[in-house]
């Protein structure tokens, strides 16, 4: 109500009547509402509030009015109003008295903003949260911004509020130079050619996985490496569809003329998340194959392919695909940072304007400002210097990992050191990958281990080293605790 130029009225002496009601009721001639709104409005709260319990007798009109120095026109309007809306009731030598259903409002509801019966919580995202302060945090999924030229990227900032401001959303699959530049980036670092026209701007690999189950028929059934990313198997499971476990080696996924028909197979062929195997050239055909004799098609998550250290590059799937099977999905989470919720989707024609159209209905496409920054960072060749840094850091990290880890076998062997930010320390009986990480653990060093990612077959008994997010120093200390765990040393 909005403040009143003039003192309220009041009877001018105490009112043994308005003492008598458990609320106070001033009114303001002055107001913005007419004066039987502004009752019928200071009723109304108490009634709901609780203040004016139900079955409560309030006076009759003629007397309300001459205790508040008002009309009797004004009470009969004012509870006429509160009558029609339920919050009152009247009846013939009852008078007037605040309903039930305006009391019941009034109660305390134990379930208040909880779910329809129907609704069944699910259960907590598969990603790890925040870590802890202090220690040493072997994180996969996170990237250094300690080789990030602060002043290209505020450059590239201040670049992008330079642009126009849109007075739209955007073209949904993405700014059109910035799908060039990117479709560019591609053909330089991973060797695969592919028009502007194929790409589709996302907020990531997930996202992208999201829109590509949106094409799949309704229970699906998809081939998922048995040890695979946690976020893309509960989202494929989420969507609807059936998971069918592809086995692994160190070359990779396993594909034999007995592997099972799929609408879609998802694999990280690159460095295989989390064992770190990279799939082999006769494995990635034969995988093509396989999707050509069953009419599927193959996500080929790219996740971390920038980074490679000594191994020679082998040619993704969506270079050796004649037959638009593969749907490559590029992410600048680990070059640039999460953060920037950034990736990108290279796509058969065909099937383009369907996942446009999806991304269109899920957020309309993505944050101008955002694109237009990247689109500066790549221009102007920012973003390959800023990967060649980043890789030539991360080679140094792993070399350090490398040179204290190796020497532990045969009680522990590295695998998938070849490539990416994450190595696999497994171990030999009678370690037992979660005893270990737990002492670890209290020793503040924080690993993972692979049951969790682990939904079909043998669990392998390994910890999971993401060293991403670490300097040298941090994974220097952080590998000889392990090595002190794992010989017994202290």
């Known amino acids: 109500m909005v403040a009143p130029r003039e003192a309220p009225l009041r009877p001018k002496k105490s009112s043994p009547l308005l003492d008598s009601l458990p609320v106070a009721l001033a009114l303001h001639r002055d107001g913005v509402q007419p004066l039987h709104a502004q009752l019928a409005e200071g009723l109304r709260v108490a009634a709901l509030s609780g203040a004016l319990p139900a079955g409560l007798r309030l006076p009759g009109s003629r007397t309300l009015a001459a205790e508040l120095g008002v009309t009797r026109g004004v009470v009969a309007d004012a509870y006429a109003e509160l009558v029609a809306d339920g919050t009152l009731e009247a009846a013939v030598g009852r008078g007037t008295r605040v309903s039930a259903g305006a009391a019941q409002a009034a109660q305390p509801r134990t379930g208040e903003g909880g779910a329809p019966g129907w609704f069944v919580a699910p259960q907590a995202a598969p990603v790890d949260g925040p870590p802890r302060p202090g220690g040493v945090h072997f994180r996969v999924g996170v990237a250094t911004t300690a080789t990030l030229d602060t002043r290209a990227w505020r450059q590239a900032w201040a670049a992008a509020a330079r642009a126009d401001v849109a007075g739209d959303y955007g073209d949904p699959a993405g700014e059109p130079e910035l799908r060039a530049a990117l479709a560019a980036l591609v053909a330089r670092s991973r060797g695969l050619g592919a028009a502007a026209g194929r790409v589709l701007v996302t907020a990531g690999s997930l996202q992208a996985l999201n829109l590509i189950l949106k094409l799949l028929p309704p229970q699906s059934r998809v ?53 770190g195997g990279r799939m082999s050239v006769p494995r990635r055909l034969a995988l093509l194959e396989w999707a050509a004799r069953h009419d599927a098609l193959i996500v080929e998550d790219d996740y971390d392919g920038e ?181 017994g040393g202290g």
């Open 223 to 275: 081939l998922f490496e048995a040890t695979g990313y946690r976020a893309a198997r509960q989202a494929i499971v989420d969507a609807g569809h059936s998971l069918i476990p592809l086995g692994q080696d160190v070359d990779g996924p396993v594909i034999t003329a007995d592997t099972p028909p799929a609408r879609l197979a998802y694999v990280t062929p690159s460095h295989s998340f989390p064992l």
């Open 307 to 487: 980074f490679r250290y000594g191994a020679p590059p082998l040619p993704t799937l969506a270079s050796l695909d004649s037959q638009g099977r593969v749907l490559y999905l590029g992410t600048l989470s680990k070059v640039l940072t999460p953060g920037l919720r950034t990736g990108f989707l290279i796509c058969p024609p065909a099937l383009l304007p369907a996942l446009v159209r999806a991304r269109t209905l899920l957020d309309s496409g993505h944050p101008l400002p955002v694109q237009h920054a990247l689109l500066h960072l790549l221009k102007t060749g920012e973003l390959d210097r800023h990967i060649r840094r980043t890789r030539r850091w991360h080679a140094g990290v792993r070399a350090v990992l490398t040179q204290i880890l190796e020497p532990l076998a045969p009680h522990a062997t590295l695998g998938g050191i070849e490539a990416g930010l994450h190595v696999c320390l497994f171990l030999s009986p009678p370690l037992d990958a979660r005893a270990v990480a737990a002492e670890l653990s209290r020793r503040g060093v924080h690993v993972s281990t692979l049951d969790t990612y682990t939904f079909a077959g043998a669990v392998p008994n390994a910890l999971l080293l993401g060293y991403g997010g670490l300097t040298i120093q941090q994974a220097q200390a952080g590998a000889q605790e392990i090595v002190r765990v794992i010989l």
